[in-house]
């Protein structure tokens, strides 16, 4: 679990950092060093990594601005160890919590956990399971997790799997890209988006941050999030698009501005090892 100094040129020091998870898989990432001890920890969504442009742009700003940061890959995407799974939400807000208890361990002061698009329900669930993070950014998180499945499995995806107990997905090229199991959805239809962000403590400051024009989640559920959350800030960046492809700085500068404005009376609550 020592940190490995990263051959990647970088303008900020970065460091190549194993943590192991619950089930002992090394889940891997790269700590953008700054002269504090304070961090922010970046989690990716879908299929995506901790190389997403989104993380990237957001660790190197954050080095700037004197905080450290830490994006990693969830188990079984990237170079961290484990198997893909479709679903995977509770499981994933525990890697991060093994992620938080090391840093904690190290001495370092989270101020922060942010993500994006799953990555952003993974930060909710963990704030709505654990209250020692003051701030949680999430960047075009899903409320409503029955929507959106019959734009990748198909419209009778239930049926499908229920008949054969999995559905192969494949890209345009009819290429294998990935199985989701029976179980594996159930997962995900068994998350409770709404009941984990009334679970939130009114002591974590939520911001959430959507696209009007994300073609991948409804802005509708920003709205629910706002709804739900008790101490939630929301922001929708007019015109952009899940990716926030020409909006990057405008993203990136909502985030920081969120972040530095965390309260001098609030403090961070050790986590239970």
Known sequence: MSPEKSLRPAVALQMRVRISNKLGENLVGLLHRACSNKLVILCHGFRATKDYSILVDLASALTREGVNAFRFDFAGNGESEGEFQYGNYRK?????RSVVSYFTEQKYNIISIAGHSKGGNAVLLYASMYHDVPIVVNISGRFALERGIDERLGKKFMQRIKKDGYIDVRNRKGEFEYRVTEESLHDRLSTDTLLSSRSISKHCRVLTIHGSKDEMVPVEDALMFAANIPN??????????????????????????????????????????
């Open 92 to 96: 994933e807000a525990n890697d991060l």
């Open 232 to 273: 939630h800030k929301l922001h929708i960046i007019a015109e952009a698009n899940h990716r926030y492809t020409g909006h990057e700085k405008e993203l990136t500068t909502l985030v920081l501005d969120f972040i530095k404005s965390q309260p001098k009376s609030s403090s961070l609550l050790r986590p239970k090892l």
